[in-house]
């Protein structure tokens, strides 16, 4: 009943900037967080940035000061803007949402279909 999309990704020369912006779609009763992950190849999955309907953001601690989350509850939407990009942030990001389908159950993960961000040296 949920779908999250993704765009803004592309490549990028170091100290460059980028925005990412994920909409959310379908039928839900309320999101209450959306983020940013992201997965370098032969990595893990890791958190980039998280904001709730509330306006409380937290940062990974190696975009912290790069990297800002906003959110329009309204929009159901999430940008992520990333300046001084190193070729570390070099991975395929993906697009995060705490939903709330119904008001009478528990929250549920929904994850975009990801986009790639590479950045140069």
């Known amino acids: 009943q949920v779908q999250l999309v993704e765009s803004g990704g592309g490549l990028v020369q170091a100290r460059g900037s980028l925005r990412l912006s994920c909409a959310a779609s379908?039928?839900?009763?309320?999101?209450?967080?959306m983020g940013w992950y992201r997965q370098a190849p032969g990595k893990q999955r890791e958190l980039v940035a998280t904001?709730?309907?509330?306006?409380?953001?937290n940062y990974a601690d190696s975009v912290k000061g790069r990297f800002t989350i906003s959110r329009d509850n309204a929009k159901n939407s999430v940008w992520l803007q990333m300046n001084s990009l190193k070729p570390e942030d070099t991975a395929v990001y993906y697009c995060?949402?705490?939903?709330?389908?119904?008001?009478?159950?528990?929250?549920?993960?929904?994850w975009g279909q990801g986009t790639q961000v590479t950045v140069s040296s």
């Open positions: 995060n949402a705490g939903v709330e389908v119904t008001a009478f159950t528990r929250a549920r993960d929904y």
């Open positions: 379908g039928s839900f009763f309320n999101i209450y967080a």
């Open positions: 904001i709730t309907s509330k306006g409380e953001t």
